[in-house]
């Protein structure tokens, strides 16, 4: 019995280790990043505009309930509202459409620009939330197009 008990405590501790370890690399890896996939279609990153000492805190991916594609990296950083300026700068001069008025000036607020995917009928749309020392930049991708007026 006592074997056991032993036994499950190394596997448990051995599986924790695994996890920090990979989720730190994952982590590392996206402070690196230069850009963002979802699917074919490839953003440019925050770090790839800003510079990579931006901390990345989380990252997540999957679908929402709506069946809509996700992935979501949060951020620490000293300098959100020039962070900010420049990245939506890059993306309005790369073809990205600001969607939602935003005043960068106001630090607690949300950006959200929108794109047409390299995939047929598939939009891309990125929300950046952002307070003091800290930003999250999602990027949905879904059906539908983008409406210019």
Same mark, same amino acid.
């Given at each position: 019995?006592?074997? +056991?008990?032993?036994?499950? =405590?190394?596997?448990?501790? *051995?599986?924790?280790?695994?996890?920090?370890?990979?989720?730190?690399?994952?982590?590392?890896?996206?402070?690196k990043?230069?850009?963002?996939?979802?699917?074919?279609?490839?953003?440019?990153?925050?770090? @790839?505009?800003?510079?990579?000492? +931006?901390?990345?805190?989380?990252?997540?991916s999957?679908?929402?309930?709506?069946?809509?594609?996700y992935?979501?990296?949060?951020?620490?950083?000293?300098?959100?509202?020039?962070?900010?300026?420049?990245?939506?700068q890059?993306?309005?001069? =790369?073809?990205?459409?600001?969607?939602?008025?935003?005043?960068?000036?106001?630090?607690?607020?949300?950006?959200?620009?929108?794109?047409?995917?390299?995939?047929?009928? *598939?939009?891309?749309?990125? @929300?950046?939330?952002?307070?003091?020392?800290?930003?999250?930049? +999602?990027?949905?991708?879904? +059906?539908?197009?983008?409406?210019?007026y």
């Open positions: 019995m006592k074997g +056991r008990k032993n036994l499950a =405590i190394m596997v448990v501790v *051995t599986l924790l280790l695994v996890v920090h370890t990979t989720g730190c690399d994952i982590l590392e890896n996206t402070a990043m230069q850009e963002y996939e979802m699917g074919d279609d490839k953003i440019p990153s925050i770090n @790839a505009v800003v510079g990579d000492e +931006r901390q990345a805190t989380d990252v997540e999957g679908f929402t309930s709506e069946g809509v594609q992935k979501q990296y949060s951020y620490m950083s000293g300098t959100v509202t020039d962070d900010l300026q420049s990245y939506t890059h993306l309005k001069d =790369i073809g990205w459409v600001v969607t939602k008025d935003y005043n960068l000036t106001h630090i607690t607020g949300e950006v959200e620009l929108a794109k047409e995917s390299v995939e047929d009928d *598939t939009v891309l749309v990125m @929300a950046i939330v952002y307070e003091t020392g800290k930003y999250e930049v +999602r990027i949905n991708k879904f +059906r539908g197009t983008v409406t210019y």
